[in-house]
């Protein structure tokens, strides 16, 4: 029984450790993007003309005025209503 506590206690340890490198990592990588003038905020949403899904407009592809999700709609083209 002591060795299961002992075994469970380690484990919590792990994965507090891990945890908290992960949250040093994440603010330095906030902080570098913020000096350099990247804020991260909110991101304009735009649905793809052919399937109407909402992606991030960094994440689409554009044609023209069209604004796709993916390549593979763009290569489909505008749906027609």
């Known amino acids: 029984m002591r ?4 075994f469970i206690l380690v484990l919590i340890a792990i994965w507090w450790v891990r ?3 992960q949250r040093m990592r994440e603010g ?3 902080k570098r993007a913020h000096k350099a003038g990247r804020a991260s905020g ?3 949403m735009l649905a793809c003309d052919h ?3 909402h992606v991030p407009e960094s994440e689409g592809v554009r044609q023209g005025d069209a604004f796709f999700c993916s390549e593979e709609h763009r290569r489909l083209g ?3 209503s």
């Open 3 to 6: 060795n299961i506590l002992i």
């Open 19 to 21: 945890r908290a490198l």
């Open 28 to 30: 330095g990588a906030a």
């Open 42 to 44: 909110p991101e304009r």
């Open 51 to 53: 399937c109407g899904v």
């Open 78 to 80: 505008a749906r027609r």
